[in-house]
């Protein structure tokens, strides 16, 4: 009797917390799941035109290998809500982090499960980590099936410093300056970006190592290091309020938010490195699943959930096909092993 | 003004009640469930504020940020199992009262101390964050090592029985914590190869093994004994705000620690609760008492934990940077709803900034509602059967662990740590210093080294800082004036 009237209560205290969310938000329903009423229409469509593909037939998971909030996590999240809502099935996101990356993508690599797993990574894990350390796993095992997001790595100082572009901070080597570079973890491509623009400027900089980009930047607005290098998502709203300058970006071409900073190639020193991440599943997967769920991501990457996502988080998406995805992961991999090679960092 | 005035009233919708009072009630049915910890929780509710108003998703996350915070006290007092770490301090006087029948006397110190220690981080959110955040970004490398130095120190005021044992298992707890990954030079440590030790040995798991699996180890031994435990006399501890008062200059102290350690981004309630625990001890006059039952340091170690509440808000809001894994996830619940949280964000929407703030102190007084009667249903936890009780907390424990990480993993390194929890203290070793070093641990090393990379291997960067070497000195004193005091009170009996 008593254990009743606690179940009850329980029910029905749940049952006024889904009331609570779904009556705040009049225009998108609540998280993933069977959306019932006003889920789109274009969806119907879409499934009924490829029947041929019975997938997906379960629930569809989504694996990242970094920690609940990160912008890899931020990004699953808003995939998946956008997916779900394109098709019968719930679409979840499952975080299992640690050792950069490298357990998760081991784990999916070792148990190939069904196209019902989706890895994603980013190029670090497979273009530094097999540098640094054995690793138990190969972009063989995998099938790619779309490009995400795309994340340039800038060069940033505290507001305070006495440089302001590029070619100041190389003047330090003669005036024999001593410089600390934070970054985000050893071996990562922050890290990596950094050395290799002190060792081609020829300055004599020591790194040092944070865990994850957030205590690096709280490192360089506190004045504990000179430099840090990090994603501009996460710091542009410091460079609004004047706490941090940024002085140069590590990819190709200029970061559309920041078109008067400019990029190191532009300056004489060839370092290209920016973060990109992608989707991957099982090599096992047959060709016609992968391309009804390649379907289902790209439209759901056309949402206009996703696409407002992608703006407030300061994420620019990456327009690459699978096949691409591996090229270019291929072509990072022997471009970074060679900065590893130099640092001595190699595991080889 | 204005805004200030508005937010105030705009936190009193429906709606937002409504949603506080649910994010505590499941914060304390995660925080009180070993293995489930508000991070678990805040994570966990992140999908369903997708649908909410901004200001709607963070009520719901802070109600369960704050009630989880305080739910770890609940089972750490009935039984012997810290359902979160930052509540591992609770274990040692709130069982030890438990076991003497006054249990709930212990969970209402408890909630009044967390209570308050949360509207007074909440209130140093609202007035003084922006100068805390300031302060806060002091904290380098070298301050850091100190800090965790100071931290460690406790060792001391934990194991008093036997101080060589107590600092065994704390150096062991450290050691546990550099198998991995190496924090500064990337390489793997104690790994053996073997995929998962490289990802190191998670918190949680650990501390499920320590405390909750060797408790129902020891417990499944005498589970055929048909106890006649009393229990506590609920009415009875309604005086407890008498109790309240009495503890009142303890509760302060606490809370201003918690808020302290909170505003630096990469602390944590754990090692706030241990310092207040800490700090109540050596400034009590029945030292004895500690660890064997004492309320004090039950309002010490929860008033410490809770303060970091508002506190870990700091930086969150006014830096856009989380100071630790509820603030991160926070973080992201912000950004899903379109918001970056930092210094812009006070510019764009202030009246918003102010709700939340608001809304935190609400959470804590509606915890304060809750709680007073959530306390007499609990208190009754100590009337179910051990035959009963043990099963269901081990299958929780079973999947506390595992939904760390979603690995079985993580399941077999609670077991060992159960044994080790089992075993070592019948030798006479204490598992809270081993749990101290598995905390500490990590940011003694690293920041040990960061500072040595900063000064270029200067060894003075630590005495240098002005920070530092308060800590330093602080730790210098906290070891010796239990000796020396001892060696005095020695002289004077031999005088005598």
Redesign the interface.
């Known amino acids: 009797m008593r254990k009743s009237n606690v179940l009850g209560l329980l029910a029905v205290?749940?049952f006024?917390?889904?009331l609570?969310?779904?009556?705040?938000?009049s225009s998108?329903?609540?998280?993933?799941g069977d959306e019932s009423g006003n889920a789109g229409s274009d969806s119907e469509e879409g499934s009924e035109q490829e029947a041929e593909v019975d997938y997906p037939t379960k629930p569809i998971e989504i694996v990242v290998p970094w920690?609940?909030?990160?912008s890899s996590?931020?990004t699953a999240?808003?995939l998946a809500?956008a997916m779900s809502s394109n098709i019968d099935q719930n679409v979840t996101v499952?975080?299992?982090?640690?050792?950069?990356g490298?357990?998760a993508t081991?784990?999916v690599a070792q148990s190939q499960p069904d196209a019902h797993t989706i890895l994603l990574d980013a190029v670090g894990v497979f273009t530094t980590q097999p540098h640094?350390?054995?690793v138990?796993y190969s972009i063989d095992d995998f099938k790619a099936i779309t490009g995400l997001t795309y994340e340039p790595i800038v060069l940033a100082v505290n507001a305070d410093s006495p440089w302001d572009s590029i070619e100041d901070l190389a003047a330090a080597k003669e005036e024999g300056t001593?410089i600390?570079y934070g970054h985000s973890?050893?071996?990562g491509l922050p890290d990596l970006a950094q050395a290799g623009f002190f060792d081609q400027a020829g300055i004599e900089a020591?790194?040092?190592?944070?865990?994850g980009q957030?205590?690096a930047?709280?490192?360089l607005?506190?004045?504990?290091?000179d430099t840090i290098a990090a994603h501009p998502g996460?710091i542009?709203?410091?460079v609004?309020?004047g706490?941090i300058k940024i002085l140069g970006v590590f990819s190709p071409e200029r970061y559309e938010e920041l078109p008067d900073v400019p990029t190191f190639e532009e300056k004489g020193y060839s370092i290209d490195m920016s973060v990109w991440k992608f989707l991957l599943v099982s090599e096992e997967t047959p060709d016609d699943v992968k391309n009804k769920l390649t379907e289902i991501v790209e439209e759901a990457m056309a949402s206009d959930s996703y696409q407002?996502?992608l703006e407030?988080?300061?994420l620019t998406p990456m327009d690459l096909s699978g096949e691409e995805v591996v090229e270019r992961l291929k072509d990072n991999k022997t471009q970074h092993g060679e900065i590893i090679e130099n640092m001595g960092?190699s595991a080889e | 003004m204005e805004v200030i005035v508005n937010s105030l009233i705009d936190v009193f919708t429906f709606n937002n009640i409504l949603v506080i009072f649910l994010g505590v009630f499941a914060g304390f049915i995660f925080g009180a469930l070993p293995g489930l910890t508000a991070t678990m929780g805040v994570a966990l509710m992140l999908p369903i504020t997708y649908g909410m108003s901004p200001t709607l998703a963070m009520m719901a996350l802070l109600g369960m940020y704050c009630g989880g915070t305080y739910g770890g006290s609940i089972s750490a007092i009935l039984i012997r199992t810290p359902g979160t770490p930052a509540s591992a301090a609770t274990v040692m006087d709130g069982y030890a009262l438990a076991e003497k029948g006054k249990a709930a006397e212990a969970l209402r110190i408890s909630l009044f101390a967390s209570v308050f220690a949360g509207v007074f981080s909440g209130l140093a959110l609202l007035l003084i964050a922006p100068q805390l955040s300031k302060f806060a970004l002091e904290f380098g490398p070298a301050e850091f090592f100190a800090l965790a130095v100071f931290g460690l120190t406790m060792i001391a005021s934990i194991s008093s029985d036997n101080l060589r044992k107590g600092v065994i298992m704390g150096i062991f707890g450290m050691f546990v914590s550099t198998i991995g990954i190496d924090p500064i030079g990337g390489l793997s440590r104690f790994s053996f190869g073997n995929d998962e030790l490289i990802g190191g040995i998670n918190l949680i798991p650990a501390l499920i093994g320590l405390f909750a699996i060797s408790e129902i180890i020891n417990k499944s031994q005498t589970a055929h004994i048909k106890s006649n435990e009393e229990v506590s006399n609920v009415k009875k501890a309604a005086s407890s705000i008498r109790t309240f008062f009495k503890h009142f200059k303890t509760i302060v102290k606490s809370s201003a620690i918690g808020t302290f350690i909170g505003s630096i981004p990469g602390t944590g309630p754990a090692i706030a609760s241990f310092l207040s625990y800490n700090e109540a001890k050596r400034s009590s006059k029945n030292k004895e008492e500690f660890g064997k039952g004492s309320m004090d340091g039950i309002a010490a170690a929860e008033a410490g934990n809770n303060g970091v509440t508002g506190a870990t808000l700091i930086p969150l809001l006014t830096l856009g940077i989380p100071g630790d894994t509820v603030t991160a996830v926070m973080l992201g619940a912000l950004m899903m709803q379109g918001l970056a949280p930092g210094p812009q964000l006070f510019q764009t929407s202030a009246d918003m900034m102010y709700t939340i703030m608001f809304g935190l102190i609400l959470v804590n007084i509606m915890m304060l509602f809750q709680g007073y009667f959530a306390v007499k249903f609990f208190a009754k936890i100590k009337n179910i059967p051990v035959n009963m009780l043990l099963p269901s907390l081990l299958i929780l424990c079973f999947i506390g662990s595992f939904a760390v990480n979603n690995t079985v993993f993580d399941a077999k390194v609670m077991l060992v740590f159960g044994l080790i929890g089992f075993i070592a203290p019948k030798f006479g070793f204490p598992v809270t210093p081993m749990l101290l070093g598995i905390v500490l641990g990590p940011i003694a090393e690293t920041s040990f080294r960061q500072a040595l990379s900063v000064s270029r291997g200067d060894w003075m960067i630590f005495v240098t800082e002005p920070i530092s070497l308060v800590f330093l000195l602080l730790s210098l004193l906290s070891i010796l004036l239990p000796v020396i005091r001892s060696l005095i009170s020695k002289k004077t009996n031999e005088k005598a």
Not at chain 1, 206 to 211: N, Q, W
């Open positions: 205290l749940s006024l917390f889904l609570a969310a779904c009556g705040s938000s998108d329903n609540a998280s993933g920690a609940a909030g990160g996590d931020q999240r808003a809500e499952t975080n299992r982090e640690g050792a950069g490298t357990i081991a784990e640094l350390k054995n138990q001593q600390s973890g050893a071996g020591e790194s040092i190592a944070y865990e957030n205590p930047v709280s490192a607005l506190g004045g504990h290091v996460s542009m709203q410091h609004e309020s706490d407002q996502f407030d988080a300061n960092l």
